[in-house]
């Protein structure tokens, strides 16, 4: 549970372990109080004096210092901490909307340990994860899906990932929400009104008028609903895994996607035994790659356990790669690969191309099944990689949504939440043209415009708030 708002929070802002420079941020009605226990400014003025958003150097003691010490005094030797420069935020221009302090050190992990305790001891609360991000959610400085898009920034693996990111957190994905949002509200009211006075003889909003807003709605909601389904590929990337029996050249296409000598390569079939895994941007998608263990049947029991984990790997990728060996014929191994249930979605990739050729194609043909598509390339001499990497993308992202203009939705709550608020339009919509009452219309109004509530927080409870700033990070 996070505290009350009116209590001070404190935490470290940089990463763990050791820095050139380690903030310790400190947010809260009494930040300034509580951070002059610990900070003295070299010019001589009290903290509260400091300009907003100025940097001052200060030193910064380990023992909190009594509010009584005269600001000139300078503080007992032994409890010197460190040389820091701060910076004051006064609310509400500061992130959390209320006041902070971020006290910039040496990036210790002692000094900023130190430095915590000895807030704590003054009266600070170490803040809980995602707790700065929340405050300025709950004053106001951040609707939900932006400060959401705070975790996502920090997140980003792919540029285009943080164009994304930065553009929701900028609050343009909000925007298009609140403006779909108010549309049902006010079609919601006028419907409500014709409720409330169905004796008198008005009209409030003309059926062909509603339906019209329904149409406008809906068109957009499903603009949204199917960024969606390809979305979460930019936020949290994809898995693909790449496949084979042994010496095919899985490890080799691993490092010349990677461009890098990450997995070890040999002639020797039954190499790789454990499972290897990286991120590359793929156009900017971010996709982790998995370098499997040969599949082949063994009577060893490291390998047999690499094998098992390859075929977790197949199920639980978005795409998987078969790769196969074109400097040879198809092997009984290969076909038990080609024969699976999931190889019907996968990509199948000739290796090896920059040698003579021995894959017949009819075997390949008859072997492979139906609608793969099939690319020819060579690890080594990296023949057919553009191919294959537009390939991969086109596969994951298969709508080209993306290259539209409109905003992009990423994030599975708010995924769902658009999926709702489209059932909600076109089930009014269907009682609107069966004519059904006016009550029912509205309860599939309301739907709509709560769930699309839900994704800015407009309309939210303590639970959804929990889920959402438990998955950051302390400091954020
Ligand atoms: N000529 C040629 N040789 C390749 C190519 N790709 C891989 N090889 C060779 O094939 C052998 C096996 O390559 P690996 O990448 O280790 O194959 P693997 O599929 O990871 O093998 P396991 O880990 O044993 O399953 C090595 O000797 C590579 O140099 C290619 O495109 N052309
Ligand atoms: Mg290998």
């Known amino acids: 549970m ?37 900070v003295r400014l ?4 009290a903290l509260q004096h400091l300009r907003t958003h100025m940097m001052a150097l200060a030193d910064v003691c380990s023992q909190s210092m009594a509010e009584h010490l005269p600001l000139v005094q300078e503080p007992p030797a032994h409890s010197f901490l460190d040389e820091a420069l701060v910076v004051v935020m006064k609310r509400p221009h500061s992130f959390t909307g209320e006041d902070v302090v971020e006290v910039q050190c040496h990036g210790g992990p002692m000094i900023l340990d130190q430095l915590c305790r000895t807030l704590m001891s003054a009266g600070v609360r170490l803040a809980e994860p995602g707790e700065f991000t929340k405050r300025a959610f709950l004053n106001g400085r951040l609707d939900l899906a932006q400060a959401e898009a705070v975790l996502d920034t920090i997140r980003a693996k792919t540029a285009r990932s943080l164009t994304i990111a930065q553009s929701q957190r900028r609050g343009e994905l909000s925007h298009d929400v609140d ?14 009104a014709a409720l409330d006075f169905s004796e008198e003889d008005i009209t409030f909003v003309r059926q062909d008028e509603l339906m019209r807003v329904l149409e406008e709605t809906g068109i957009k909601l499903q603009r949204l609903v199917h960024s969606g389904r ?12 790449i496949l084979g029996r ?11 996607l990677l461009r890098s000598d990450r997995a070890i390569v040999t002639p020797v079939p039954g190499t790789t035994r454990d499972m290897l ?6 156009d900017g998608i971010p996709v982790r790659f998995f370098d499997t263990a040969g599949i082949r049947p063994t009577d060893d029991p490291v390998e047999a356990e690499g094998i098992r984990r390859s075929q977790l790997a197949w199920e639980e990728a978005d795409l998987a790669l078969i790769l196969l060996d074109g400097s040879q014929p198809l092997l009984e191994s290969d076909q038990i690969l080609l024969a699976r249930e999931e190889a019907a979605r996968a990509l199948l990739v000739v290796n090896k191309c920059d040698l003579p050729r021995e894959l017949l194609q009819e075997e390949l043909t008859r072997s492979c099944p139906v609608n793969a598509g099939i690319l020819d390339i060579s690890a080594k001499t990296q023949i057919g990689l553009d191919d294959l990497r537009k390939t991969i993308r086109s596969r994951l992202m ?79």
């Open 2 to 38: 996070h505290g009350a708002l009116d209590d001070t929070i404190c935490a470290i802002a940089t990463p763990p372990g050791e820095g050139g420079i380690g903030v310790v941020r400190i947010s809260g009605l009494r930040a300034l109080d509580f951070a002059s226990h610990v």
């Open 42 to 45: 070299r010019s001589g003025k």
């Open 179 to 192: 403006k779909v949002r108010s549309a049902l509200v006010v079609a919601l009211a006028h419907i409500e």
């Open 230 to 241: 390809e979305g979460r590929v930019w936020r949290e990337g994809a898995a693909v895994a």
């Open 246 to 256: 042994p010496n095919v050249g899985k490890s080799s296409l691993m490092n010349a």
């Open 277 to 282: 895994e990286e991120v590359v941007s793929i």
């Open 398 to 476: 298969p709508s080209g949504l993306e290259s539209q203009d409109g905003v992009l939705v990423t994030n599975l709550r708010h995924a769902a939440a658009f999926e709702r608020a489209l059932q909600g339009v076109e089930q009014a919509t269907q009682s609107i043209e069966a004519g059904s009452a006016g009550e029912l219309v509205a309860v599939d109004l309301r739907i709509a415009a709560d769930a699309l509530g839900e994704i800015t927080g407009a309309i939210t409870t303590d639970e959804i708030l929990e889920r959402i700033f438990a998955q950051f990070c302390i400091g954020k």
